[in-house]
């Protein structure tokens, strides 16, 4: 029986950096991965996908550029399935290639197969073939990810019916669509897709989208969506799906509502993917969407055994996966990090994106901390003239008792790059200070930081 420090179940964005950085602690470290490639549902079926996607449905719209030439413009007059399946083959061949040489230069040993756990130290592992195999830990991380929710009593075909994992498996693009489920995943599909000029109702039971957002960044892009004739219907509920006799999928909802279109995709939730690990026999339990309960430290409530990653539950995005699972490392080996988790940025891949750091004025409100806001559009600045962008914002929030930058929060193109500005100034305690003494290249999108800055300003300034 083989024996590790450090063994890792899942080889997503949680389990490759943890045994990564195990591994740079000089600990024999490996992974188990039940895929023949490592990469995990973020590679295969998730993150790179659907950045991919959009990219790729940007590009050969000429989305970016209409702003400048008008709506009607169209690099490519039709596009099909196939273009965008090409960039996306490709770009993931690329990555796992990636993947793969990181793992070995760091000399992580990737074992393929089944896990599960035989006592709280010792794993099974079964092969492809069926061969079975054990291996021990001193720790182990549990980093298995998640899988789509299918709601009881969906006939899914996984043709018309499908999950939000079936995307990349479509055979032709719908020329309408309903997506039900307007979290992370559903809004970022429901925006991309109507890019491509397909009919798009978004369904959610709940009556306001992403609530973790700030609600004013929220208002602008749900704006944005019915500008481009989403049709969003909040508040309501599928109580049936059914194909008529033309191949059409009927969805009901509880109001009575029969929406009809070519493609529903069920994006409402997503469950731990922890059934076959056996989780008892070390003396852990799952929640009800089998997810694992864990610590600030990403410990569980057996000391050895760690779990990270959207296992665990929000914020479920590839870049927090990251440092969870590098965060349970540096635990697990007593080694010390300054990383914090309200630092972490959360980037929404949407069109236009979102991106936010630190608090929203939701949370400083409830904890009745004083702040004022100052605010700019990214067209306002020479780079979005340049750029020809209709849309977007940069806000920010300033504490008004001592200046200090308590959140950013950006909705539009780049708004991913450009949230680390203001990450980097709320983790070194930096005020707006910074953002009026200092220089930006111009032209550059970054200027409407100094924008928003002089906006708050005046408005302190003269109270």
Same mark, same amino acid.
């Given at each position: ?12 964005? $949680? ?9 740079? @602690? ?26 991919? !996607? ?14 400048? &030439? ?10 099909? !399935? ?6 996306? &083959? ?52 549990? $980093? ?55 009919? !798009? ?96 430290? &990403? ?14 539950? @929000? ?16 635990? $697990? ?48 600045? $020479? ?51 910074? @953002? ?28």
């Amino acid at each position: 029986m083989k024996r590790y420090d450090f063994l890792v179940i899942g080889s997503g964005p $949680a389990g490759q950096k943890a045994a990564i950085q195990a591994a740079k @602690f000089g600990k024999r470290s490996a992974v188990i991965e039940r895929r023949a490639v490592i990469g995990g549902v973020s590679v295969h079926t998730g993150t790179m996908p659907s950045k991919t !996607l959009r990219e790729a449905v940007l590009y050969l719209t000429g989305w970016n550029q209409r702003g400048l &030439y008008g709506n009607a413009y169209r690099l490519k007059s039709k596009v099909t !399935l196939n273009d965008l399946m090409q960039r996306l &083959y490709i770009t993931l061949k690329h990555e796992i290639e990636i993947m793969q040489d990181q793992m070995a230069r760091n000399n992580v040993e990737v074992i393929q197969g089944i896990a599960s756990f035989k006592d709280d130290h010792c794993l099974q592992v079964e092969s492809a073939a069926g061969e079975i195999s054990e291996v021990e830990a001193d720790r182990i991380l549990i $980093a298995t990810g998640t899988k789509p929710q299918r709601p009881e009593g969906i006939p899914f075909d996984d043709a018309a019916i499908i999950d939000s994992d079936g995307i990349v498996n479509l055979k032709t693009l719908p020329k309408t669509m309903i997506i039900v489920g307007a979290g992370v995943i559903g809004v970022e599909y429901a925006s991309i897709f109507s890019v491509l000029d397909i009919e !798009l109702t978004l369904v959610d039971g709940r009556n306001t989208l992403l609530d973790f957002l700030d609600r004013e960044i929220v208002d602008e892009f749900v704006h944005c969506m019915r500008q481009r004739g989403i049709r969003l219907r909040l508040g309501e509920n599928v109580i049936g799906v059914e194909k008529d006799t033309n191949g059409r999928v009927i969805t009901t909802l509880e109001s009575g509502k029969r929406l009809r279109a070519e493609l529903v995709m069920f994006a409402a939730g997503r469950v731990g993917t922890t059934a076959e690990l056996q989780l008892e026999k070390t003396g852990l339990a799952s929640d009800k969407k089998q997810r694992i309960p864990v610590n600030e430290k &990403y410990q569980t409530v057996v000391p050895q055994i760690y779990a990270a990653g959207d296992v665990i539950g @929000f914020p479920s995005l590839a870049s927090t996966s990251m440092e969870q699972g590098r965060l349970a490392a540096c635990h $697990a080996f007593d080694q010390p990090s300054s990383s914090r988790p309200e630092h972490f940025p959360f980037g929404i891949y949407s069109v236009p994106e979102m991106s936010v750091v630190g608090a929203t004025e939701q949370e400083l409100t409830a904890k009745k901390i004083p702040y004022d806001t100052g605010a700019a559009h990214l067209w306002e600045t $020479a780079r979005g003239q340049i750029m020809g962008l209709e849309e977007g914002m940069l806000k920010m929030i300033i504490s008004t008792e001592d200046q200090r930058l308590l959140g950013v929060h950006i909705l539009g193109e780049e708004a991913t790059e450009l949230i680390h500005i203001g990450q980097a100034v709320i983790v070194l305690g930096g005020s707006l200070q910074y @953002f009026m003494e200092t220089v930006f290249n111009y032209p550059t999108l970054a200027e409407a930081y100094k924008i928003a800055a002089l906006d708050v300003w005046n408005r302190i300034s003269d109270s």
